[in-house]
């Protein structure tokens, strides 16, 4: 099921959610100083093909030069590519067929806001941990 959901997911909006990261990324490896957000939009490019087996996990280990990078990212670029996931979950949800990859487009927006500090792992490594309360990767 995860795979045909994975294909239609590619062929609908998949690429193009995809293009939008990998333009992000090119954009910031321009700047040397910008690279780890460029590094970190390629990442999600990969994710943005491909999300249903997948889940995005926080590191919290991941410090405060997290914390302010995501704020830039967020200035910069995130908000943009958070209204496309958005406007594409919105248009998905209007066919009973659509729902599950608006939801998967709605589960985007955190990591396309806050991508520093994250990790996409396969969701088969994710348990849930009693001390914390939270899913981590195990």
Do not use: Q
């Not at 795979?3 to 040397?32: D, E, H, P, R, S």
């Not at 996990?57 to 995501?70: L, T």
């Amino acid at each position: 099921m995860k795979t045909l959901l994975n294909i239609i997911w590619l062929v609908l909006c998949g690429f193009w959610m995809a293009l939008g990261y990998v333009i992000a990324g090119i954009i910031c490896c321009i700047l040397i100083i910008t690279i780890p957000f460029g590094i970190a939009s390629f990442r999600m490019a990969n994710y943005a093909l491909w999300p249903f087996g997948r889940t995005v996990v926080r590191d919290p280990e991941s410090g405060a030069w997290s914390v302010i990078g995501n704020i830039i990212w967020i200035i910069v670029a995130g908000w943009w590519l958070a209204l496309g996931h958005l406007t594409t979950g919105i248009a998905m949800c209007l066919t009973i067929i659509g729902i599950p990859l608006g939801i998967a487009s709605f589960k985007m927006i955190p990591v396309s806001l806050m991508p520093l500090g994250a990790r996409i792992v396969p969701s088969d490594a994710v348990r849930n941990d009693p001390i914390m309360g939270a899913t981590r990767a195990a």
